[in-house]
């Protein structure tokens, strides 16, 4: 338990430090928009989806607090949005269905498609 704990100060102590030093990037930088998160949920469970974004050469931008996505839930009957987040958005599944969640930044969509059993 103590390795665990320590770890995590150790840990937050590298993103503090990462994050203060850093160059923070904005939305302009963004030139692609992927979405990581599960592709099947049962009904009434949770899950995150996270925006992960890319620069002009591909490049994760690893500093991204100014860049915001636009989310939308193709069918709010099958998934809602529990708490927008920014980056990220926790969902959570409502009844048996096939839905599509899109991120947007700038005019870069991308979409994921969440099958729900």
Same mark, same amino acid.
């Given at each position: 338990?103590?390795?665990?704990?320590?770890? *995590?100060?150790?840990?937050?102590?590298?993103?503090?430090?990462?994050?203060?030093?850093?160059?923070?990037?904005?939305?302009?930088?963004?030139?692609?928009?992927?979405?990581?998160?599960?592709?099947?949920?049962?009904?009434?469970?949770?899950?995150?989806?996270?925006?992960?974004?890319?620069?002009?050469?591909?490049?994760?931008?690893?500093?991204?607090?100014? *860049?915001?996505?636009?989310?939308?839930?193709?069918?709010?009957?099958?998934?809602?949005?529990?708490?927008?987040?920014?980056?990220? *958005?926790? *969902?959570?599944?409502?009844?048996?269905?096939?839905?599509?969640?899109?991120?947007?930044?700038?005019?870069?969509?991308?979409?994921?498609?969440?099958?729900?059993?």
């Amino acid at each position: 338990m103590k390795r665990i704990i320590f770890g *995590i100060i150790i840990l937050s102590l590298m993103f503090l430090s990462c994050s203060s030093t850093a160059t923070h990037r904005s939305s302009a930088d963004c030139a692609t928009v992927l979405i990581n998160g599960p592709s099947v949920l049962t009904v009434g469970e949770t899950a995150v989806l996270n925006a992960v974004f890319y620069d002009k050469e591909n490049k994760i931008i690893k500093n991204c607090k100014n *860049i915001t996505p636009v989310w939308n839930i193709g069918d709010r009957s099958v998934i809602i949005i529990e708490k927008d987040l920014g980056s990220c *958005i926790k *969902i959570k599944s409502m009844k048996r269905g096939d839905c599509c969640v899109q991120a947007s930044v700038n005019n870069t969509v991308t979409s994921l498609a969440i099958s729900v059993k």
